[in-house]
């Protein structure tokens, strides 16, 4: 039987629960206990729904941010604040 290497861990958020980190955290988590050896390397995905930002920012080491005029217009046309996020300078 060959023994894992590596395990990649891509999921998606768990609606208003977890965000896609969070999941990946937790599979590691498990799967740790029972793979110790294993290299885990955790990718977050998005549908482009809710989470899609923060996984564009985990996937590139970026940050999140806000500026002014950051609001944009909900569905009963109200103000709702709008993520958004860019990679982090890099000297490579």
Do not use: H, W
């Not at 809710?50 to 217009?73: K, L, P």
């Amino acid at each position: 039987m060959k023994t894992l290497k590596k395990v990649v861990i891509a999921p998606d958020s768990f609606k208003e629960s977890l965000s896609a980190l969070e999941v990946a955290d937790a599979i590691e988590c498990g799967f740790s206990q029972i793979f110790p050896q294993v290299r885990y390397i955790k990718l977050p995905m998005a549908d482009g729904g809710e989470g899609t930002v923060e996984s564009m920012v985990a996937a590139t080491d970026g940050e999140n941010y806000r500026t002014r005029g950051d609001r944009a217009a909900g569905a009963a046309g109200t103000g709702v604040l709008r993520p958004a996020g860019r990679r982090r300078n890099r000297s490579d």
